[in-house]
C-alpha cells in the first residue's frame, strides 16, 4: 500500500502561483510513477502531470506545459507541483496519485489516490 497526503492548495489571485506537496508513505516507490490530476466542478477528472519515480522522467498535459512544474525528492518521498500564472480555469481539487509502474493520462492506470487538496484561483 501507498498512502500520499496532499498540501499547499489555497486561495490565489489569477496571475499568481502555487505549489503544491504530496508526501507518500508505505511500500517503495521504486518503478513508480506519480501524477497530478485535478477536477473542476461538474467535470471528470483530468490529467495534469507524472513523474517516473526511478528516472525523473517527465509528462504534462498538453494544455499545461510551460506554466505547470512536476518535480519530486526522492529522500523526502514527495512529489510537487509548481503551478504558475494561474488563470481561474485552473480551480479545482488537485488529486496526487501513484502507480505501480508505466505513466498514463487515465485515471484507471493509478492504483493509489491522495483526498485531494483545493486550488481556488479568483479573477
Known amino acids: 500500500q501507498v498512502q500520499l497526503v496532499e498540501s499547499g492548495g489555497g486561495l490565489v489571485q489569477a496571475g499568481g502561483s502555487l505549489r503544491l506537496s504530496c508526501a507518500a508513505s508505505?511500500?517503495?516507490?521504486?518503478?513508480?510513477?506519480l501524477a497530478w490530476f485535478r477536477q473542476a466542478p461538474g467535470k471528470e477528472r483530468e490529467f495534469v502531470a507524472a513523474?517516473?519515480?526511478?528516472?525523473?522522467?517527465?509528462y504534462y498535459a498538453d494544455s499545461l506545459k510551460g506554466r505547470f512544474t512536476i518535480s519530486r525528492d526522492n529522500a523526502k518521498k514527495t512529489v510537487y507541483l509548481q503551478m504558475n500564472s494561474l488563470k481561474p480555469e485552473d480551480t479545482a481539487v488537485y488529486y496526487c496519485?501513484?502507480?505501480?509502474?508505466?505513466?498514463?493520462?487515465?485515471?484507471?492506470?493509478?492504483?493509489?489516490w491522495g483526498q485531494g487538496t483545493q486550488v481556488t484561483v479568483s479573477s
Open positions: 496519485a501513484a502507480s505501480r509502474g508505466d505513466w498514463g493520462t487515465e485515471s484507471a492506470v493509478y492504483n493509489y
Open positions: 513523474i517516473s519515480w526511478n528516472t525523473g522522467n517527465t
Open positions: 508505505g511500500r517503495t516507490l521504486t518503478g513508480a510513477t
